[in-house]
């Protein structure tokens, strides 16, 4: 993953590079605008609000969306035999219903998410939920065969939430890494104001270079512009 003084300045230079860049600069400070305007002040505040005032995960958790992840995450669990999986925003639980895991540790940024997965699953000694602190050490009881993402990197609108996350994400993986995310850089048209849309698999190519893309399956519904990205750790042999 890199020693984190190259992390740090490589963000710090990125930060400098953008400045530099009028399109980029002006489209920045135009969605940043939009979102305090909406009243959005943040990823995280937006989900614990979002999960205190009875919402949801969403509708990509729900129905067919639900099954059609749960369909190629469960088939891609059982043919590499993964017996453990840490998923990082298992929100409130529905999409977890549906999965077919060994042993599962799901974490979140909303205290009220962790509230509702422990009362749903109370009982499965197979679950564990823990509340999610981006930059906070990782517990080692959190390192798992796979890490799990789904539906959460394009709600991840500041950048310095998407890289703290992206790095937790990996740190946390044994052999696999799954994203679920849009894949492409349509951000600053996009009318949320807690949606960013990224291009995850070219950050991570120049980002994550001890792991190499395994898989990607794009959407069967391309209107929903959604790719499951597999990574496993690079072979040092080249």
């Known amino acids: 993953m890199g020693s984190p003084n190259r992390t740090t300045d490589f963000r710090a230079g990125m930060r400098s590079f953008a400045r530099r860049i009028p399109g980029v600069t002006r489209a920045r400070r135009r969605v940043m605008r939009f979102r305090r305007s909406s009243g959005f002040h943040g990823s995280q505040q937006y989900w614990n609000q979002r999960y205190e005032q009875g919402g949801t995960s969403g509708q990509g958790s729900y129905g067919e969306f639900a099954e059609y992840k749960a369909g190629l995450v469960n088939s891609f669990v059982k043919e590499n035999e993964i017996r453990s999986v840490v998923e990082f925003g298992c929100g409130d639980g529905n999409q977890l219903s549906l999965a077919e895991y060994g042993h599962y ?10 509230d ?3 009362d749903r699953f109370a009982g499965d000694q197979t679950k564990e939920f823990f509340l999610y602190r981006a930059g906070d050490p990782l517990p080692p009881s959190w390192s798992a065969d796979m890490a799990l993402s789904l539906d959460v990197v394009y709600h991840l609108v500041e950048d310095s939430t998407f890289e703290t996350y992206m790095g937790d994400l990996f740190a946390a993986a044994r052999r696999f890494v799954v994203i679920y995310t849009t894949n492409d850089e349509q951000w600053e048209t996009d009318p949320w104001p807690f949606v960013r849309h ?5 950050w991570i190519d120049g980002h994550v270079h001890d792991w ?16 499951f990205l597999v990574y496993r750790p690079r072979d040092p042999s080249g």
Do not use: N, W, Y
């Open 198 to 202: 990224r291009a995850v698999a070219k």
């Open 212 to 227: 190499t893309l395994h898989r990607c399956v794009p959407s069967p519904d391309r209107t929903r512009f959604l790719d």
């Open 116 to 118: 509702l997965c422990r």
């Open 105 to 114: 540790v799901g974490l979140d940024v909303s205290q009220k998410a962790i």
